[in-house]
């Protein structure tokens, strides 16, 4: 029954590369939709109730 705490420590390693995997995702989503609305005329940032618009 050695077998057990291996694959404990296994399923911990496929947890926490799939949080770094989603949060991955998330940047660079984020950063495509960024891409996109510079590439459509002008980058708008949102930050603190203020329009910036670079």
């Known amino acids: 029954m ?3 705490p291996h694959w ?14 989603q949060s991955t995702f998330e940047y660079v ?7 996109s609305a510079s590439k459509s005329g002008g980058l708008m940032i949102r930050s ?3 329009d910036l618009v670079a």
Not at 29 to 35: E, F, I, M, V
């Open 2 to 4: 050695n077998r057990s």
């Open 8 to 21: 404990i420590i296994r399923t911990e390693i496929y947890s926490i590369y799939m949080i770094i995997l």
């Open 29 to 35: 989503s984020c950063l495509a939709a960024a891409l």
């Open 48 to 50: 603190e109730g203020s």
